[in-house]
């Protein structure tokens, strides 16, 4: 696909976080983006194609960001933290029906974007612990094949609207404590020196 499309995929992928998926339709994309419908079918199929392009399109964004996070050089509790607080800066962009949309309608879209997501949450989990345990922040007889696995299903959670509906939680201190219980879960004694002066320092900048 060339610039042009990709960058209607990305438009049409941002009325789709701040609208929905089901309450959008292709002539709606097409007035969002102020082209013609005819322009829009150049580079998709239908509607499913360019949902599922989109849900790829986001899933290279959220990988790329957190890769470029991880090559900051942080320690691995500062580093979860700032990938933490990325993605609940992503996911409190997102309307709240899109899982449920993509999981009824769009079910290779959900596919594409459960598995993605999951491998790539798992890989940077266990790096972060890899290198946690090195620095001395990570307890060292951490079993990161079954946390890595916890986490995911946490993070799960987190997107469970009955669990955590919108009117109650903020989406971003839900992210925040399950961050704190993660570490809490896994530090050493340093990196829960390092977590509580990490926690004072946020709490009164936040």
Excluded at 178 to 188: C, D, E, P, V
Aim: hydrophobic share 40%; aromatic share 10%.
């Amino acid at each position: 696909m060339d610039e042009r499309g990709t960058q209607i995929i990305d438009q049409a992928s941002k009325v789709f976080m701040r609208l929905g998926i089901r309450s959008v339709n292709m002539d709606d994309i097409a007035q969002h983006l102020r082209i013609s419908k005819k322009t829009l079918y150049q580079y998709v199929k239908d509607k499913n194609d360019l949902v599922s392009r989109a849900v790829e399109l986001i899933c290279t964004h959220h990988r790329t960001s957190i890769n470029a996070i991880c090559e900051r050089g942080m320690n691995a509790i500062d580093e979860n933290f700032e990938i933490a607080k990325f993605l609940a800066a992503q996911l409190s962009q997102m309307h709240p029906s899109i899982h449920f949309d993509l999981q009824k309608y769009h079910a290779e879209a959900w596919d594409l974007l459960d598995r993605t997501e999951k491998a790539d949450i798992e890989r940077c989990v266990t790096l972060n612990m890899q290198k946690g345990i090195k620095e001395g922040l990570y307890r060292a007889d951490l079993s990161i094949p079954v946390i890595a696995k916890i986490y995911i299903a946490r993070f799960d959670a987190t997107f469970d609207g009955e669990l955590f509906p919108a009117s109650e939680y903020n989406f971003q201190d839900v992210i925040w404590e399950m961050f704190r219980y993660h570490i809490r879960g896994i530090a050493s004694d340093k990196g829960l020196k390092y977590l509580e002066r990490k926690v004072k320092k946020e709490r009164t900048h936040a």
